[in-house]
């Protein structure tokens, strides 16, 4: 069967590694230039032994690398249709556009950072969390110098801290606090309830994430609307032939434990324990209590 | 530059890359994006809104949101977040639409 995984973070990865290694013929497609998603921007220990999210993430590609997975990057997957029983994609590969037919679809696109609705949100210095991770943390660059975190979660804690701890000046704002965002060509200041004004260059959005269903939508996934996350859901009990939808798509931001098991039924579901269905090439059971390390 | 506070804090191992914005020389790391070299030159206006005139300047740095879309090496809407820098790339602010280049209809 042929099977592509859109989408190469944590769950595509394993799900990607878990299928070939069960005899599929797989294609792992992304439009990043290097497979692991958030792994690749985020930084912070998983777990007492040490392991972070760059072990995690030389653990995946090993998996993945060392099954027939294709990996397919600087692939934007710009439509996706059913065709018969099965679907083709419509991909833009490093420019140059191709058709990628699979019997089944593993939609594994991962979380979309929830957007911040006031006048002046559009201006440039206004960015996603993961935004602002890629580049401290891929790129080693400070997004600015005064920097206000807008969220009230765990994520706006820890990046209040990071960007404290690279050298910038942060404070911290519920999304409630901010009245507009002033500025001519980017952000100069906040405007606060209470007549308060911050001077600032940069604001980054870490209000929480919501599943990115775009792609699911595209193929009538049936979704509902979920205002706790301010996002789609695909709905409960979802009967989509030959279409899974894993991961972070699934599950939201609902920590990786849940989105390591999820995927490994998903995968179970797809092509069923074999003779070989022990090998997976990768630590998943380690994977998992150092994932729920994290979430505390 | 723009007066704002963005700066690359080291470089690593990456080396050198030349490319041009706007015409001008711009010396990114091989490691960069479009997105993160212009960024960390202090520039962030990507790109001039075709409906207001407004500026924008990348928001999700994933590919998705559409706000970085650039004219790079004559191809418009071109998303600066997930382009990596080459050698001798030129990457201009994107007008509206933009417009094609000659080298990008070739």
Redesign the interface.
Known sequence: MNVAVIGAGPAGMIAAGMLARRGQSVTLID???GSGGHLRYDRYPVGSDRHDSDSWLTELRGAVDSSNAVVLL?A?VWAAFRVGDGFELAVNHA?AERTIVADHLVVATGT??L?LIVPGA???????S??AR??LN?????????LVVVGAGVEAERLTSDLAS???EVSTVTADEIESIAGS???ESVHLTGGRTVTA??VVVARGEAP?LQLAGMLEAPRTYDSSVEGWRLAVGADLPGLSVIGGALLGAAGPAHVVKATIDTVERIAPAGPESGEIGLDITGAIIRWEAVQG | MNGHGARRRATGTASAVQITFDGEPLTAVDTDTVASALIAAGHRVFTIDSHDGSPRGGFCFVGRCSDCLMVIDGQPGTMACITPVRDGMRVETQHGRGHWGREGQS
């Open positions: 439009e990043q230039t600087s934007i420019g979309t950072d957007a559009t201006l440039p210095g206004v960015m996603t993961r935004a890629i580049l891929r790129h080693d660059v400070l997004p600015g110098q005064r690279a050298g910038a060509r980017g952000v260059d940069c990115d």
